[in-house]
């Protein structure tokens, strides 16, 4: 979403923040590719790159081509042809580096989805692409109130007006198939304009609307994450975390994406572990695996019959009893193997010193003298 202030500029650019659209401190910059080669010409004989990045509400962004006569740059204001009518957009890339985004999307120069641009927008575009973007959330609110007339099951999250404002569309999550044929028909006759209904996953609402995680930063899907990739129960599995939906669920109610970030360096370090299925033959009983540490390197083992007592090993003592157990031998006992008990440290006693007195701070109180009556009326009638 651009900032408030930017129609108020004379050559149609951004102006809010005063960096043209390439700020880094709202969502002007969400998603945004750094051009590193902006100051840099186009070499002589060769014409520029046709083709530029533009970017629409929420951080929705497609590939336009323009003519010759332009030459737009990132945080100008265009015009982007459509079928019925005009959007306004505002360039976030351009030059060399669009090919590059392009080709990573797999997207060639001749496909269809690259639009065309008319015309860098004009103030008078400008103020009315801001006045429809205005009336969205009324227009969301009432377009809530006529689908709950309609006892249609959906949640309309998000409804986007197009630049010319003769169309608007709805974004909705559903977890069935919704039959909004009527509620097209309502919503055309209350605001006069073209309906469009777009159906979107949780994780994708959740993206743009944006918000705070658990951890507390923004959601990595509003911010960084051009893809979703999937996240499975495994992953938790893997880094042994509790299989409690409430903490690894996102805002979006799936589980959270960054499940996956630590996954790989899990997997390999787990690779150095003995297989938690196989038990531990001792005299003294049937050792039975029940959790691991795999950044210190230990494994809890527990008799049968006896768990409540666990013992430590490391992996090199685990690996010595499953050897000697591949040859038919016992060891004697899971204790011989396991970690010197740590001896809990002495209690010191507290010291009151000068320094850790919470006393300190405040002024000495003088010591209390008893006074002779007799002595000081004496002294006062001498």
């Not at 055309?188 to 993206?207: K, N, V, W």
Request: overall charge positive; some cysteine; glycine content about 6%.
């Amino acid at each position: 979403m651009s900032c408030s202030n930017c129609s108020k500029s004379k050559t149609a650019t951004p102006r809010g923040c005063g960096n043209n659209g390439s700020c880094g401190s709202d969502s002007c910059n969400k998603l945004t590719v750094y051009d590193w080669l902006e100051n840099m010409h186009t070499p002589e004989g060769k014409q520029a790159y046709p083709y530029v990045e533009v970017r629409f509400k929420n951080s929705r962004k497609e590939y336009f081509k323009f003519n010759n006569s332009l030459s737009p740059r990132a945080g100008n204001l265009v015009i982007t042809k459509l079928e019925r009518g005009h959007d306004l957009g505002t360039v976030t890339l351009s030059g060399p580096l669009v090919s590059i985004q392009m080709k990573r999307k797999k997207i060639k120069p001749d496909s269809p989805q690259i639009g065309t641009i008319l015309r860098l927008a004009n103030q008078k575009e400008i103020d009315l692409w801001h006045h429809s973007r205005e009336k969205e959330a009324e227009v969301q609110k009432r377009a809530r109130e006529l689908a709950i007339a309609l006892k249609l099951d959906m949640k309309l999250s998000d409804v986007e007006f197009q630049g010319d404002g003769k169309k608007a569309t709805f974004y909705f999550t559903a977890d069935h198939r919704i039959d909004f044929r009527q509620l097209i028909k309502d919503l055309a006759r209350e605001f006069s304009i073209r309906i469009e209904m777009r159906q979107i996953g949780l994780r994708l609402e959740a993206s743009r609307l944006g918000g705070i995680g658990s951890c507390g930063r923004e959601l990595c899907c509003s911010t960084w994450l051009t893809d979703f990739r999937s996240v499975s129960t495994g992953a938790a599995r893997y880094q042994r975390l509790s299989l409690n939906p409430q903490k690894l669920a996102g805002q979006c109610g799936r589980l959270k994406c960054c499940l996956n970030y630590e996954l790989e360096a899990y997997r390999s370090a787990v690779k150095a572990f003995p297989k938690t299925e196989i038990k531990l033959l001792t005299e003294k009983g049937t050792g039975v695996f029940q959790k691991m540490d795999i950044f210190k390197g230990f494994l809890w083992y527990a008799y049968k019959d006896e768990w409540i007592t666990w013992h430590k090993l490391s992996i090199a003592s685990v690996k010595e009893i499953i050897a000697r157990n591949k040859e038919d031998k016992k060891v004697i006992s899971l204790e011989s193997y396991s970690e010197a008990p740590v001896k809990p440290q002495e209690e010191k006693l507290f010291e009151r010193t000068g320094q850790d007195d919470i006393n300190r701070f405040d002024r000495p109180k003088r010591p209390f003298r008893k006074t002779n009556k007799r002595k000081v009326e004496k002294n006062r009638k001498k």
